[in-house]
């Protein structure tokens, strides 16, 4: 049996939640804008899922809109924001290690004339808020910040971002919760922003399904046309049995996430004291200030890539980074954004346990990974700084 420690990437759907949207996938099958019974039925299980979900990040369940996705509800925020701002301003602020999502959509705004401005962030991963200060104008429009990294973890000070651009601007602020969601709590309404995305898989919730958070009175411009679902913001006959799932992902994740965060933390705190007791192996992403699953490493003179697949062939599935850039031959941007060269970002690694996460499977690892690499490391091409072979 596979040792799953990919919960960045994607956390194993959990039974209590497929119990809960079985009777949505095998029965109840009815459109809820259907006016006849199972139709209204369908209705009242997805209202319920917003109550639901409103219930555990502090919302009005008329505030929040299910999509497609992480990525859709991320889409919706940057693009939705910035075209309904257009007429009060052009550039839109965001930080070079971004989930592509967020970059990719800002890229093409900047075709229709919008001007992005990405600022630097140190070598944990973190942005500097006299950068965003700096970078604040009148013609601000939108500020897209993560909560935290979905490579590294690193969680930003977002209280202090948000307060400098309320004092420099009158932009809208798009916080991405999709990664930092299922271990930080999230109280929109505390968080002084005007948008939040989310993604119910990161929480043991199905794939597919997402939500955008939106401020009352926080213009949007709709990217799915074609119904008025959603209250006009997302067309589309609604998932219902997604939604289902993620309201029940979230409210149990906000139930338990007392108790589970620090299990999960002690876990991962094992595995990086072996780790870094290995010469050549560092820890990316700021050493503290960081989600609780997430243990991000630069093993040098070796690539990360073939020690995922050592890894895989002992029974234990990791990744290098996000599996959104999965299969590019080009390093981490996120790396290359923190100051690492070429050459050592290859090297890069990601473990990420969860809930589900054994001692037992954390010892598995802490058995099989030092030997790993170090086969690994007996038969390396050595590679320079622009990660050319060292001849």
């Known amino acids: 049996m596979t040792i799953y420690l990919d919960h960045a990437a994607s956390a194993p759907l959990r039974p209590e939640v497929l119990e809960q949207m079985l009777p949505h996938l095998t029965g109840e099958q009815a459109n809820p804008s ?3 019974a199972p139709g209204r039925r369908a209705r009242a299980a997805l209202d319920e899922a917003h109550e639901r979900m409103a219930a555990a990040v502090g919302a009005e369940p008329r505030s929040l809109v299910f999509t497609g996705g ?22 839109i602020v965001t930080t070079a ?15 229709y004339g919008f001007e992005v401005r990405k600022l630097p962030v140190d070598r944990y991963g973190r942005v500097d808020p006299d950068d965003l200060t700096a970078a604040l104008t009148e013609k601000t429009v939108l500020v897209s910040l993560q909560l935290a990294n979905n490579e590294v973890g690193t969680i930003q000070p977002v209280a202090e ?9 009158r932009a809208r602020v798009h916080l991405d919760a999709v990664q930092g969601a299922a271990w930080i709590p999230v ?14 898989h990161k929480l043991e919730g199905p794939k597919g399904m997402g939500a955008l958070w939106i401020r009352r009175g926080t213009a949007i411009l709709p990217q799915v046309h074609g119904g008025s679902q959603e209250r006009y913001r997302r067309a589309g006959t609604e998932n219902v049995p997604g939604a289902v799932g993620m309201a029940a992902a979230f409210s149990l994740a906000h139930d338990e996430r007392e108790a589970t965060v620090p299990r999960v933390a002690e876990q991962r705190d094992r595995v990086r004291d072996v780790l870094l007791g290995i010469d050549g192996v560092e820890l990316t992403g700021h050493p503290e200030e960081r989600l609780p699953n997430s243990l991000s490493l630069i093993v040098r003179d070796a690539s990360g890539d073939d020690i995922v697949i050592g890894l895989d062939l002992e ?7 996000s599996a959104c850039t999965s299969g590019s031959t080009e390093p981490s941007h996120v790396l290359s954004a923190m100051g690492y060269p070429p050459a050592e970002a290859r090297g890069s690694l990601r473990l990420s346990n969860g809930r589900t996460t054994s001692d037992e499977d954390i010892d598995a690892l802490i058995y099989a990974l030092p030997p790993v690499i170090e086969r690994l490391r007996d038969g390396a091409v050595r590679l320079d700084g622009a990660g050319e072979p060292v001849r």
Request: glycine share 12%; net charge negative.
């Open 187 to 200: 109280d929109v309404g505390a968080l002084d922003v005007d948008l939040v995305s989310f993604a119910a």
């Open 161 to 169: 971002l948000v307060e400098r651009v309320r004092a420099g601007s």
């Open 34 to 36: 259907s006016p006849h």
């Open 70 to 91: 992480g990525t859709e509800a991320i889409n919706l925020a940057v693009k939705g924001a910035a075209w309904a701002g257009k007429a009060e301003g052009h550039r």
């Open 315 to 321: 029974g234990i599935a990791c990744s290098t980074g």
């Open 97 to 111: 290690i971004e989930h592509k999502a967020v970059l990719e959509s800002c890229l093409l705004l900047e075709k």
